[in-house]
């Protein structure tokens, strides 16, 4: 696996139990410097079974950053009734001996995943997910620079780190649909956690990926631009126009010809123009001032 650069290995009492001798030591003192993550459970308790290795799988993620004690309920009475621990499984986060943050009752692992962050986050340290989201930035600049290869290496790598890294996600789809190999790219866009699938980084990948494969089979500008000049209501040389265009790297020319075709005939086709526009679009950053100018030009179109 790839080093990303991240925290150091976790320290051998990462996670321990703790009685109601040892929880000043345990939680108290030791939340003067670090994090500690309390899990107040009982043998008895259904949820507890679930929800305990998902605490320590993302307090293990953590390496250090934000430490965990277990606390038997049915053995540690005083001290649960002190905390007014009125069911469990319960969760308390300490920071400087106080509690933070908390939860109540069985919660998913994106849940527990947000929940460590912010409890490493409020104690000023830096979260796992501070440092893959550097090295997708990392990742994002080589793709910019054409090295397309060693993007996709790192955002790989980040993936086993973090396999539902939405942006990790799309990243990786986009370097392969850079190096022209759309096929893998498909097929990691098709094998997205079904978490992430409808996130804005894979909805963006999809977009690129439909674009690559129109431009795939994009024609000649010139003879297609001929086309239009000659018909301007010809409405499906125009369509092919814009797909060329996009192809050729003229973005702007092709939402230009999208929203003339739009104007001319808005629901030619199924609605063809909106729906190539909205993929123009989504492949781009909502930001991008074609998005914005594009956008401001449709609307005014519909709603003239």
């Known amino acids: 696996m790839m080093d990303l650069g991240l925290s150091a290995a976790a320290p051998a009492d990462l996670i321990k139990d703790s009685t109601e001798a040892t929880f000043m030591a345990d939680v108290v003192e030791t939340s003067q410097t670090t994090p500690v993550i309390v899990d107040f459970w009982a043998s008895w308790c259904g949820p507890c079974k679930t929800l305990g290795p998902m605490l320590e799988e993302a307090v293990t993620a953590a390496k250090g950053a934000v430490k965990m004690v277990k606390v038997n309920v049915d053995e540690a009475q005083m001290i649960a009734g002190q905390l007014q621990i009125q069911s469990i499984p319960t969760v308390y986060a300490f920071w400087q001996g106080q509690p933070v943050d908390g939860f109540q009752g069985?919660?998913?692992?994106s849940e527990i995943t947000a929940f460590i962050d912010r409890v490493i986050k409020a104690s000023g340290g830096e979260s796992p997910e501070d440092g893959l989201n550097e090295a997708v930035a990392a990742a994002e600049e080589m793709l910019s620079e054409g090295a397309a290869a060693d993007a996709a290496q790192t955002l790989a790598a980040i993936l086993e780190e973090q396999p539902d890294h939405a942006a990790a996600y799309g990243g990786l789809v986009r370097a392969h649909i850079a190096m022209d190999d759309l096929e893998q790219a498909e097929a990691i866009l098709n094998g997205a956690p079904v978490e992430i699938s409808k996130s804005p980084e894979l909805d963006a990948a999809h977009a690129q990926l439909e674009l690559a494969k129109?431009?795939?089979?994009a024609g000649p500008v010139a003879d297609l631009r001929a086309a239009v000049e000659a018909d301007g209501d010809n409405h499906e040389a125009r369509l092919e126009l814009a797909k060329a265009l996009h192809a050729s790297g003229e973005?702007?020319?092709?939402?230009?010809?999208?929203?003339?075709?739009?104007?001319?005939?808005?629901?030619?086709n199924d609605s063809a123009a909106?729906?190539?526009?909205?993929?123009?679009?989504?492949?781009?950053?909502?930001?991008?001032?074609?998005?914005?100018?594009?956008?401001?030009?449709?609307?005014?179109?519909?709603?003239?």
Do not use: C, H, Y
């Open 274 to 304: 909106k729906t190539q526009l909205f993929t123009i679009f989504d492949a781009l950053k909502a930001n991008d001032p074609i998005v914005l100018n594009g956008r401001r030009r449709l609307s005014s179109m519909i709603f003239a």
């Open 106 to 109: 069985a919660q998913s692992k």
């Open 214 to 217: 129109q431009a795939a089979d």
């Open 251 to 268: 973005t702007e020319a092709a939402v230009d010809e999208l929203l003339e075709l739009f104007r001319r005939d808005r629901e030619w």
